[in-house]
């Protein structure tokens, strides 16, 4: 499998994910603000919409949507337990933090606060949101050591997108079991790799630019 992913953007969840399975995989790095991969292509031509993640599954075929992808890739390395059995109620309640994490944090939240194009309103408007969803994860991880009953893509991703607080003056200490969430599971040997890996990319990135 390929996945086509930009450094510390949403697609490092599936990296984790692969890290975490012991999967085989390729990476073929976009630059999602040119539009273009690093050998000149038009990535268009793979995603309509521009975006990061797509996975070029082994037959061939591609797949997007951080929601689709993460399952996808957890149950094609079953050994690796990152996710549970299709059908079960552990199963839906992955894909309720899937959705969570997609549409209440990273596109609700953190998207509109750190695009430098987005009206500061619509950035505000944002930021508002956060607290009440960041309270909720405070709540849950108070008790919890993962978001279910042991690490999953969840995690991946959740983790992935608390990376990007710092960038956006989102002090985790606010929310303590949120910080110490991030700092448990950012120091877990295959996350912490995926983690210096993007920012070694990230750094090169930024000074292409
Ligand atoms: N709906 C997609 C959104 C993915 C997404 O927002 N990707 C961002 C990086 S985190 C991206 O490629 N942004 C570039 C753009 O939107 O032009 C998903 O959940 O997988």
């Given at each position: 499998m390929d996945l086509y992913f930009?450094?510390?953007?949403?697609?490092?969840?599936?990296?984790?994910?692969f890290y975490e399975a012991g999967a085989p995989a390729g990476f073929i790095q976009v630059d999602t603000k040119k539009k273009k991969l690093r050998d000149g292509s038009d990535f268009h031509a793979i995603n309509a919409l521009g975006q990061v993640p797509v996975l070029r599954t082994d037959e061939g075929w591609l797949l997007t949507e951080n929601t689709a992808i993460l399952p996808y890739v957890a149950d094609r390395f079953p050994a690796?337990?990152?996710?549970?059995?299709?059908?079960?109620?552990?199963?839906?309640?992955?894909?309720?933090?899937?959705?969570f994490i997609s549409t209440e944090l990273h596109k609700g939240v953190f998207v509109p606060v750190l695009d430098p194009t987005a009206p500061p309103?619509?950035?505000?408007?944002?930021?508002?949101?956060?607290?009440r969803r960041f309270d909720l994860l405070q709540t849950h991880l108070a008790a919890h050591e993962y978001l279910l009953d042991r690490f999953s893509v969840a995690d991946a991703y959740l983790t992935t997108v608390l990376n990007w607080a710092k960038y956006c003056g989102v002090e985790l200490a606010e929310w303590?079991?949120?910080?110490?969430y991030f700092q448990r599971i950012a120091a877990r040997p295959h996350v912490a790799r995926a983690l210096s890996e993007e920012m070694a990319l990230f750094r090169e990135e930024q000074a292409r630019q």
């Open positions: 930009s450094p510390l953007a949403c697609s490092m969840a599936t990296r984790i994910a690796a337990g990152l996710a549970p059995s299709p059908g079960t109620r552990e199963r839906a309640q992955l894909q309720q933090w899937l959705g309103e619509a950035a505000e408007y944002a930021r508002q949101k956060l607290d303590p079991a949120v910080d110490a």
